[in-house]
């Protein structure tokens, strides 16, 4: 792991801070909450300037970055505080971080995409030599057919078909297929991995040949959105997978996990201009999964703090009382703590799969 990706992805995690929070300060600003500090980075201030009510920092330490709302850390009777704000404002400025980055994401990949001059698409265009016989025809499956489902999983990108057949492994499939604008269910549809003979080679393949599509404006804007909503997907099968025990805790990746995927995609890249190509991709991955993970409802989360809001906000059309601040305080200062501790161990287990 070279010094200079370890700069790259420092960079990397000080952009997608910085978006976050602006997602933050720019909704808090339009929606009249008083911002007291911006701040990219953490630490020692190394630049300061005091425009109106807010002051705009730039500190030592580039591993985050903070926008400071009045009442958000301590009570506050000021009408312009967050605290005095109605649910639906919250709603939307805890929303504005995950949003902006999950914007990066797609921009991004859509940026990557306008060098496209064509792409893979879900369409059988051929199927193998040796391919099953009795898996072909109307009752199974034919040149042309485009994958819609499998599993009950949407087919979002060509990619999609590898990633969902490599998870049913060893099982049959359940296929929804899009034939000529009609659809066909294929239950329980006995699909395997077989020898194919590819490039005068063995190897072990399902035995289908898709097509590709040239590469229009429009097709690239599906492209890279479809890109960015299937991150999400892959988030929520990780989480999904670990929760369920089908995945160990030791898959999960912290920044040191993250540094080795950047290091190791870089310096496997063929140029230079590849490894910009293959690292703002993976920035853009890393970038929705920040944005869906702040959702979750975890206390110190933004999701969590939404969902206390919610709940806060119904007490208060029942009781007629808003809750004491102080227990909010309390939530997120456990949830973060928990956090942390987390951050820990998957830092402690990504150090030791480095080092083995």
């Known amino acids: 792991m070279s010094a200079f990706y370890i700069i790259i992805a420092i960079l990397i995690f000080s952009i997608l801070i910085a978006v976050h929070e602006w997602g933050h300060f720019i909704s808090a600003k339009l929606l009249g909450v008083q911002v007291n500090e911006f701040s990219i980075g953490m630490g020692p201030a190394l630049f300061k300037r005091q425009r109106g009510e807010t002051l705009y920092s730039l500190r030592a330490l580039p591993i985050g970055g903070y926008c400071a709302m009045e009442g958000e850390a301590e009570e506050s009777d000021n009408p312009r505080s967050l605290t005095e704000q109605p ?13 902006m980055n999950f914007f990066l994401g797609f921009l991004i990949v859509l940026l990557l995409f306008t060098q496209a001059q064509a792409y893979n698409v879900p369409v059988i265009d ?6 099953p016989q009795e898996l072909q025809g109307e009752n199974g499956l034919m040149p042309g ?23 049913g492994e060893g099982k049959n499939y359940d296929l ?3 034939r000529g604008g009609k659809t066909v269910v294929l239950n329980d549809f006995p699909l395997a991995r077989r020898e194919y003979v590819v ?10 040949v898709f097509g590709y599509e ?11 959105w479809f890109n960015s909503v299937d991150f999400v997907r892959m988030v929520r099968m990780g989480l999904t997978d670990v929760i369920t025990g089908a995945a160990s805790v030791n898959s999960l990746s912290g920044p040191v996990g993250i540094v080795t995927a950047i290091s190791d995609v ?16 993976l920035m853009s991955l890393i970038a929705v999964n920040l944005a869906v993970v702040n959702m979750l409802p975890f206390p110190a989360l933004d999701g969590g703090r939404i969902l206390y809001a919610a709940v806060a906000s119904v007490i208060t059309v029942f009781t ?11 939530v997120n200062m456990a949830g973060f703590a928990l956090l942390i501790l987390l951050i820990v161990f998957v830092t402690y287990s990504d150090i030791t799969k480095l080092a083995s």
């Open 87 to 99: 649910f639906w404002k919250k709603f939307i400025i805890f929303v504005a971080g995950s949003f």
């Open 126 to 131: 051929s199927l193998m030599t040796g391919f």
């Open 145 to 167: 057919d485009r994958l819609v489902k499998i599993n009950g999983e949407n087919i979002y990108i060509y990619s999609d078909v590898a990633l969902l057949l490599s998870r």
């Open 176 to 178: 929804v297929i899009d």
């Open 199 to 208: 490039d005068g080679e063995t190897a072990m393949k399902f035995g289908l």
């Open 214 to 224: 040239e590469a229009t404006p429009l097709g690239r804007l599906k492209q890279a």
């Open 266 to 281: 870089g310096e496997q890249s063929a140029s230079a201009l590849d490894a910009f190509y293959s690292i703002a991709y």
């Open 320 to 330: 007629r009382r808003k809750p004491n601040p102080k227990i909010e305080a309390y």
